[in-house]
Nanobody, 122 residues
Framework: QVQLVESGGGLVQAGGSLRLSCATSGRTFSSYAMGWFRQAPGKEREFVVAITGSGRNTYYADSMKGRFTIARGNAKNTVYLQMNSLKPEDTAVYYC???????????????WGQGTQVTVSS
């Protein structure tokens, strides 16, 4: 069983930055691919970015490329999402997820955090 806890969300003005963190439990963190998803009110959960267990490979949704960066610290059992140049349309609850392999679909992940709210004001 893996537990994930997101933090770092909040209110930011358009053009600003936030760094989300996802702390995980368990001794096998490096064996899990990690993903970030987001869900805005009234919309389906949307893939943001994923990273392999080793951290060598990352996969971004097209709309996030160049603005968002994922990284993982396997020694700290934590994955990060650096978000720059934020836009009002980035407003959503952001979730981290862990799974056996990288996937851009929510079904590809076995464990989920509770989410952290990101609100970008115009």
């Amino acid at each position: 069983q893996v537990q994930l806890v997101e933090s770092g969300g909040g209110l930011v003005q358009a053009g600003g930055s936030l760094r989300l963190s996802c702390a995980t439990s368990g001794r096998t963190f490096s064996s899990y691919a990690m993903g970030w998803f987001r869900q805005a009110p009234g919309k389906e959960r949307e893939f943001v970015v994923a990273i392999t267990g080793s951290g060598r490979n990352t996969y971004y949704a097209d709309s996030m490329k160049g603005r968002f960066t994922i990284a993982r610290g396997n020694a700290k059992n934590t994955v990060y999402l650096q978000m720059n140049s934020l836009k009002p349309e980035d407003t959503a609850v952001y979730y981290c997820a862990a799974g056996g392999s990288v996937s851009s679909t929510a079904r590809g992940y076995d464990y989920w955090g509770q989410g952290t709210q990101v609100t970008v004001s115009s």
